[in-house]
């Protein structure tokens, strides 16, 4: 352009250059100045240049509504048809998969575009619209820099970075939905997505150096992998399915969700903590590779089917996993390909069942929270009353993993009519209501005098019906809710077609096995605090207590194999100790790297 006005000064068609202060080459702040060369109007109006034939050109003052170049875009980004026209001809490039606009723009940009496609082309711009809503202030407001309530996205990106902020945005609402902007949500999303995601990673690559874990190893067939490994994979599978529709389906929130509870869930809260105990362990056994090999594919697929929403952190997760596998490196997420579902893979009825592991334990964690009992004493027994015979095999099959999760020694199924867990039912008013209507009362009272046997029927049937008035009542399980009452030293707890019931009596031996547990992971926290490899041998030095002998004479053995003691004794005195406090005893305890 310099080079253009010189020329057409030189022909004398300008006085001279406007920008004549300007340095061709020099690119500086200072430079680049509007004092020293804008091309915006009215200065663009002063310039003329000098065309192949020698006769000036300057520009056209008279312009179309400004819609109109907006609606040329597809043409005017391929300079068509000046070049592109045989892509563009073919249609390789047009019309658009899809366009992204806010929603106040649907009778203009929208319009425009289909309006000069039907005209010039017979044909239409875009295939699907994604019509973006506004992003409100947390409390509804439209925001302006005059009500203070403004959000600086450049800031806001500084503080918590791009790929929390976008996936907070994409995930909170749908796009055409207006959002409602608030910092504590990216703050949460910051720490439970992507902060449990980094802790899982952390956790694999921590066991994967000390065992000098690499994933070129041959694959251990699906079939011969434990059945933990093989629920996993399914979820990871039908995750891969179900975002892969949701992103054709130009859904990208449902797809950050399912990745977000798959992540936190899934992977972390239950895969990861039921199987710490398998890369804990001292040979490299066909069960540990099994173990490494599965959680990598679950966080190297994760990588990929999140990149489109979180692509920088995406992309290091990626590069960081891919680093390890010895072969052919690919330079990034985004060269990669989609994952593909393994629908061979992907395991109903063990998906069920695990489900159902889950919302017992859930349960059952949920009623140690209530009376303050800790995870790490043990109890007795959790008592299930089976509703049918698949239910029970269904619980059966999971059985231990309930019982390791929960951290009880027995689990026993009940008849429900037997009497040891006591239903009653309260009707639903607002259901029962429209069905019953001058009948509510009777209904009410029938239904709170039922017998144990007949709720039980009610249950497994899912309906009840009765007869009124010379007609038959139908009564739907969701019309009314079934409580369990809890039973001298039990604790009781429903959902749905799940009743579980917990002893929560803690017997002299269940209270040493606690306490060597809570030891254990005291013993632990020490070791992190005094920066141990998670490989350094330790002996261990506890102060004589009375009222802990019992547990170093039970839990000896357990308390150094757990925390990698090659010795464990009791002295009379300790000094420079670490005072523990649990429960109703204290402990001084020194731990030394041996």
């Given at each position: 352009?310099?080079?253009?006005?010189?020329?057409?000064?030189?022909?004398?068609?300008?006085?001279?250059?406007?920008?004549?202060?300007?340095?061709?080459?020099?690119?500086?702040?200072?430079?680049?100045?509007?004092?020293?060369?804008?091309?915006?109007?009215?200065?663009?109006?002063?310039?003329?240049?000098?065309?192949?034939?020698?006769?000036?050109?300057?520009?056209?003052?008279?312009?179309?509504?400004?819609?109109?170049?907006?609606?040329?875009?597809?043409?005017?980004?391929?300079?068509?048809?000046?070049?592109?026209?045989?892509?563009?001809?073919?249609?390789?490039?047009?019309?658009?998969?899809?366009?992204?606009?806010?929603?106040?723009?649907?009778?203009?940009?929208?319009?425009?575009?289909?309006?000069?496609?039907?005209?010039?082309?017979?044909?239409?711009?875009?295939?699907?619209?994604?019509?973006?809503?506004?992003?409100?202030?947390?409390?509804?407001?439209?925001?302006?820099?005059?009500?203070?309530?403004?959000?600086?996205?450049?800031?806001?990106?500084?503080k918590y970075g791009s790929?929390?902020?976008?996936?907070?945005?994409?995930?909170?609402?749908?796009?055409?939905?207006?959002?409602?902007?608030?910092?504590?949500?990216?703050?949460?999303?910051?720490?439970?997505?992507?902060?449990?995601?980094?802790?899982?990673?952390?956790?694999?690559?921590l066991y994967a150096n000390?065992?000098?874990?690499?994933?070129?190893?041959?694959?251990?067939?699906?079939?011969?992998?434990?059945?933990?490994?093989?629920?996993i994979l399914s979820q990871?599978?039908?995750?891969?399915?179900?975002?892969?529709?949701?992103?054709?389906?130009?859904?990208?929130?449902?797809?950050?969700?399912?990745?977000?509870?798959?992540?936190?869930?899934?992977?972390?809260?239950?895969?990861?903590?039921?199987?710490?105990?398998?890369?804990?362990?001292?040979?490299?056994?066909?069960?540990?590779?099994?173990?490494?090999?599965?959680?990598?594919?679950?966080?190297?697929?994760?990588?990929?089917?999140?990149?489109?929403?979180?692509?920088?952190?995406?992309?290091?997760?990626?590069?960081?996993?891919?680093?390890?596998?010895?072969?052919?490196?690919?330079?990034?997420?985004?060269?990669?390909?989609?994952?593909?579902?393994?629908?061979?893979?992907?395991?109903?009825?063990?998906?069920?069942?695990?489900?159902?592991?889950?919302?017992?334990?859930?349960?059952?964690?949920?009623?140690?929270?209530?009376?303050?009992?800790?995870?790490?004493?043990?109890?007795?027994?959790?008592?299930?009353?089976?509703?049918?015979?698949?239910?029970?095999?269904?619980?059966?099959?999971?059985?231990?993993?309930?019982?390791?999760?929960?951290?009880?020694?027995?689990?026993?199924?009940?008849?429900?009519?037997?009497?040891?867990?006591?239903?009653?039912?309260?009707?639903?008013?607002?259901?029962?209501?429209?069905?019953?209507?001058?009948?509510?009362?009777?209904?009410?009272?029938?239904?709170?005098?039922?017998?144990?046997?007949?709720?039980?029927?009610?249950?497994?049937?899912?309906?009840?019906?009765?007869?009124?008035?010379?007609?038959?009542?139908?009564?739907?399980?969701?019309?009314?809710?079934?409580?369990?009452?809890?039973?001298?030293?039990?604790?009781?707890?429903?959902?749905?077609?799940?009743?579980?019931?917990?002893?929560?009596?803690?017997?002299?031996?269940?209270?040493?096995?606690?306490?060597?547990?809570?030891?254990?992971?005291?013993?632990?926290?020490?070791?992190?605090?005094?920066?141990?490899?998670?490989?350094?041998?330790?002996?261990?030095?506890?102060?004589?207590?009375?009222?802990?002998?019992?547990?170093?004479?039970?839990?000896?053995?357990?308390?150094?194999?757990?925390?990698?003691?090659?010795?464990?004794?009791?002295?009379?005195?300790?000094?420079?100790?670490?005072?523990?406090?649990?429960?109703?005893?204290?402990?001084?305890?020194?731990?030394?790297?041996?």
């Open positions: 352009m310099y080079e253009e006005i010189e020329k057409a000064v030189s022909l004398g068609f300008m006085k001279e250059n406007p920008f004549k202060d300007f340095v061709p080459g020099l690119y500086t702040a200072e430079n680049y100045s509007v004092e020293k060369i804008d091309l915006h109007r009215p200065f663009v109006d002063d310039i003329v240049l000098v065309s192949p034939s020698g006769k000036s050109m300057k520009r056209e003052s008279d312009l179309i509504d400004v819609w109109f170049d907006s609606g040329a875009m597809p043409y005017a980004q391929i300079h068509y048809p000046f070049e592109n026209k045989e892509a563009f001809d073919s249609r390789q490039c047009y019309p658009a998969d899809f366009i992204a606009e806010g929603v106040d723009q649907t009778r203009g940009w929208f319009f425009t575009l289909h309006a000069l496609a039907a005209m010039l082309f017979d044909s239409v711009a875009f295939k699907n619209v994604v019509s973006n809503g506004l992003v409100l202030d947390k409390n509804g407001n439209k925001m302006s820099k005059r009500l203070g309530n403004a959000v600086d996205p450049f800031s806001t990106i500084e790929d929390p902020l976008r996936w907070y945005m994409i995930t909170n609402a749908s796009p055409w939905d207006n959002l409602k902007f608030d910092e504590e949500g990216i703050e949460e999303v910051r720490r439970k997505f992507f902060g449990t995601l980094y802790n899982t990673y952390s956790f694999f690559v000390v065992d000098g874990f690499d994933n070129k190893a041959a694959q251990i067939p699906l079939q011969e992998r434990p059945e933990i490994d093989r629920w990871l599978n039908s995750l891969i399915r179900d975002t892969d529709q949701y992103y054709n389906d130009y859904e990208a929130t449902k797809s950050g969700r399912a990745i977000a509870d798959f992540v936190g869930e899934n992977l972390s809260n239950w895969y990861v903590r039921l199987n710490r105990k398998r890369f804990w362990g001292g040979g490299y056994s066909k069960d540990k590779l099994s173990a490494y090999q599965t959680l990598y594919t679950c966080l190297e697929t994760v990588s990929r089917l999140m990149a489109p929403i979180a692509p920088f952190y995406a992309d290091r997760l990626f590069l960081d996993l891919n680093a390890i596998n010895k072969g052919e490196q690919i330079e990034s997420v985004h060269l990669s390909d989609y994952p593909q579902c393994n629908y061979e893979a992907i395991d109903t009825e063990l998906e069920n069942r695990m489900q159902m592991a889950q919302q017992i334990s859930s349960m059952v964690l949920a009623l140690r929270r209530k009376v303050n009992i800790r995870v790490r004493q043990p109890l007795q027994t959790l008592m299930i009353p089976a509703m049918d015979a698949a239910q029970k095999a269904a619980i059966e099959a999971v059985r231990e993993l309930i019982l390791n999760e929960v951290n009880v020694k027995e689990l026993k199924f009940i008849d429900t009519a037997g009497g040891l867990l006591i239903k009653r039912i309260k009707p639903d008013f607002k259901k029962l209501g429209p069905k019953c209507g001058k009948n509510m009362k009777l209904v009410a009272k029938m239904l709170s005098e039922m017998q144990q046997d007949t709720i039980a029927v009610f249950e497994k049937d899912a309906y009840w019906e009765l007869e009124l008035d010379g007609q038959t009542l139908r009564i739907d399980i969701s019309d009314v809710e079934i409580l369990s009452e809890d039973i001298p030293g039990w604790l009781v707890a429903n959902e749905g077609r799940l009743s579980v019931a917990l002893d929560v009596n803690i017997t002299e031996e269940l209270k040493r096995e606690g306490l060597a547990r809570e030891l254990v992971n005291r013993i632990q926290n020490l070791r992190k605090a005094q920066n141990f490899e998670i490989t350094d041998r330790i002996h261990i030095l506890i102060e004589k207590n009375p009222a802990f002998a019992g547990t170093m004479e039970d839990w000896e053995e357990y308390i150094s194999t757990q925390t990698l003691g090659l010795s464990l004794k009791q002295v009379d005195s300790l000094e420079d100790a670490t005072e523990l406090d649990m429960d109703d005893i204290s402990l001084k305890i020194k731990v030394v790297k041996a």
